[in-house]
């Protein structure tokens, strides 16, 4: 489960929604790190209705991609935050590598792998990497 939630109920109007969540970087977190982005959804939906149906599907599954890439290529915690924009959702996954991610050939021999990065790029809008010293954020925008 997450080790610091920060979330605001009754939003003030003109407020955009957001939400930040820190996970220790377990397997378990990609799960916890969709909980949090659904609720997140369940929220701004209430505020405001996406467009289309499957915007939700999509930053589900974008944040489940970037989780899962945090677990399995930075050592030690991540952290998750999402905040509407005027027209979408801004989703930022800050990790403990340097490394940019980079695509990686699609392998369908069943060995996994190569598709999120690809994924990612189709599904947002915008995607966008900053290393810092101590890691990388990677910002996406997804439609609402």
């Not at 977190?29 to 996406?50: G, I, K, Q, W, Y």
């Not at 990790?95 to 994924?119: E, M, N």
């Amino acid at each position: 489960m997450a080790t610091e939630r920060r979330w605001e109920r009754g939003l003030p109007s003109g407020h955009l929604p957001e939400r930040a969540s820190r996970f220790p970087g377990e397997v378990h977190n990609v799960t916890d790190a969709r909980l949090d982005a659904e609720r997140f959804l369940e929220d701004l939906s209430e505020v405001t209705p996406p467009a289309a149906p499957e915007h939700w599907d999509d930053i589900l599954l974008v944040v489940t991609e970037l989780a899962a890439n945090a677990i399995q290529y930075a050592p030690g915690p991540f952290e998750l935050r999402l905040r509407q924009t005027f027209d979408g959702v801004h989703v930022v996954v800050h990790d403990t590598s340097t490394t940019p991610p980079a695509p990686r050939p699609f392998r369908p021999d069943g060995g996994g792998g190569g598709v999120g990065w690809h994924l990612i790029h189709t599904l947002c809008d915008q995607v966008s990497v900053t290393t810092t010293d101590s890691g990388k954020d990677i910002h996406v925008f997804l439609p609402w």
